[in-house]
């Protein structure tokens, strides 16, 4: 795909002609490989990513090595944070990482704040991003401070189950009790309740959502 037509059927929000005009003229698509950190804490922001193939996952990571597990970016989702940061030049605070091969579409940074002042739709493009994203870091901080670990496990394997298109999931159980915050030990024994009410399947390495 052309990158207008990229922006016409995942970001139609900026279907702008004078936009697509710098769009095409600046941007660029690039390739990313499973596992491949797109953006990392205390970082500066170079480019701005409009992912439309792949997934990617945004989480943060304290001193330790545990991970805190923000949310999904999926095609035609604007990464919020990182126009934060690129509007503001500041580090990045979190880490994005691909959980799959991943294309995007890459904007420089240098132009976000002149799209800004020119062009009505990226205005409006930012601002719900900002909007949406706020609304779901409330709700993962709601999450984490009211809600039971099992609560939180269940909201982490629909999420799951949504970012991958099916219901199998892979991962051990360590790698998400890192994205939870909790030790090991307490997601094996709330999967194996799971199993046991038959909402989920066990298998090594490799999560069966049933219900």
Not at 7 to 18: D, F, G, R, T, V
Not at 41 to 47: D, E, F, R, S
Not at 123 to 134: D, E
Request: glycine share 4%.
């Amino acid at each position: 795909m052309t990158k207008r037509e990229i922006i016409s059927k995942y970001y139609p929000q900026l279907a702008e002609e004078k936009l697509l005009d710098e769009i095409d003229e600046v941007g660029f698509l690039k390739t990313l490989n499973a596992g491949e950190a797109l953006i990392d804490m205390g970082q500066y922001i170079k480019t701005i990513p409009l992912v439309y193939e792949g997934k990617i996952k945004i989480f943060r990571e304290d001193e330790e090595g545990n991970e805190l597990f923000l949310y999904y970016l999926y095609p035609g989702e604007p990464c919020a944070l990182s126009l934060v940061c690129s509007t503001s030049d500041k580090m990045s605070q979190v880490r994005a990482m691909t959980t799959e091969e991943t294309k995007l579409l890459a904007l420089p940074v240098q132009y976000m704040n002149e799209f800004m002042a020119k062009y009505p739709s990226w205005y409006r493009f930012v601002v719900g991003t900002y909007s949406a994203r706020m609304e779901e870091m409330l709700n993962t901080i709601d999450s984490i401070a009211f809600h039971k670990m099992d609560e939180r496990l269940l909201e982490y394997l629909d999420k799951a189950v949504q970012a991958n298109g099916n219901r199998l999931i892979k991962g051990t159980h360590q790698e998400i009790a890192y994205e939870l915050n909790t030790s090991r030990e307490v997601i094996s024994r709330l999967l194996k309740q799971l199993e046991k009410k038959g909402l989920i399947k066990l298998s090594r390495n490799l999560i069966e959502v049933i219900h």
